[in-house]
C-alpha cells in the first residue's frame, strides 16, 4: 500500500478513536453530508473557501483547514466513511427478515 493509502487509513482510525465518528454516529448522516465534507476539503486545496463555505454540510467549526495534502488525506478518510455507511446500509437493507412466530395461548 502507498504512503497515501496508509495515510487515510491512518486517519479513518483517528476520526473514530480520537474524535469519537463511530460507525453508529456516521449512521446519522444518511444525506451524503461525508461525501459533501470530503468534497469542501478536496475543492479547498485551490483555496477557494469562501466560495465552498455554503456547501460544508455541518457547523463552519468543523471545518478545519490545514495543509493541501492533510486536508486531501481527510477527504479521503471522509469518503472511506461515507462508502462504508453506504455498506452497512445495504446490507442492512438485504438482510433476512426475521419473522417472530406466534406463541401458542
Known amino acids: 500500500m502507498s504512503k497515501a493509502l496508509d495515510d487515510i487509513a491512518a486517519e479513518r482510525v483517528r ?16 444525506d451524503f453530508q ?14 477557494v473557501h ?11 467549526r468543523w471545518w478545519k483547514v490545514k495543509s493541501p495534502r492533510r486536508d486531501l488525506i481527510r477527504a479521503g478518510a471522509l469518503i472511506v466513511a ?6 452497512r446500509q445495504s446490507q442492512n437493507e438485504h438482510a433476512p427478515k426475521h419473522v417472530v412466530d406466534e406463541v401458542p395461548e
Request: glycine share 6%; hydrophobic share 45%; no cysteine.
Open 15 to 30: 476520526q473514530v478513536s480520537a474524535e469519537g465518528w463511530t460507525p453508529e454516529h456516521d449512521d446519522e448522516h444518511s
Open 34 to 47: 461525508m461525501a459533501r465534507a470530503a468534497g469542501v476539503y478536496a475543492l479547498g486545496v485551490w483555496h
Open 50 to 60: 469562501l466560495a465552498l463555505a455554503p456547501f460544508w454540510p455541518w457547523e463552519l
Open 82 to 87: 461515507e462508502i462504508e455507511r453506504l455498506d
